[in-house]
């Protein structure tokens, strides 16, 4: 039996889509929308950061050329219209199954240049992709551990 690299990046994707929006959606959107005592990043900023980059992965895996986004000082931050939990819900459901479909329809040794000239294969990218979602799942963990939650919520 051999590895199927493309069956095993869609179970990820599939895996850490579920684990993201389950914690997700075990926060209150309050706890979402401000900086953890004062400070620390507003989850809902990380939260469009996900879409954001799955966005941008799907398209590179799409081969389509993209322009480079400004970095300029600091984190990103999420616009007005998004900080609604059920508009973070809907944004990051619809950019997994974006990458998803992306990559079912790729080859998935494909080469993906980025801007600084790097390549990476279609599966890479993949990957690249659930260890993006899964950082920040750490994330919304440790917020509702900080909020009294315990609770496994992937199950």
């Keep these: 039996m051999s590895f199927d690299l493309k069956s095993y990046a869609l179970g990820r994707l599939k895996d850490s889509q579920s684990s993201f929006a389950n914690d997700l959606f ?14 620390a990043r507003p989850p809902v900023d990380f939260i469009y950061e996900v879409v954001f980059i799955n966005r941008r992965l799907a ?28 508009v973070m819900v809907a944004e990051f459901h619809a950019s ?15 080469k993906v240049t980025f801007p600084d000239g790097s390549q990476q294969t279609v599966g890479e990218v993949a990957l690249f992709a659930t260890i993006h979602v899964t950082y920040h799942d750490g994330q919304l963990n440790y917020l509702q551990s900080m909020k009294g939650d315990d609770a496994v919520h992937w199950d």
């Design 26 to 39: 075990a926060l209150e959107e309050a706890d979402l929308l401000v900086s953890p005592l004062g400070s």
């Design 59 to 86: 398209a590179r895996i799409r081969g389509e050329a993209l322009e480079p986004f400004a970095r300029g000082e600091g984190w990103m931050v999420a616009p007005a219209e998004f900080r609604a939990k059920d």
């Design 96 to 110: 997994m199954d974006e990458i998803t479909a992306s990559l079912e329809a790729a080859d998935i040794e494909t």
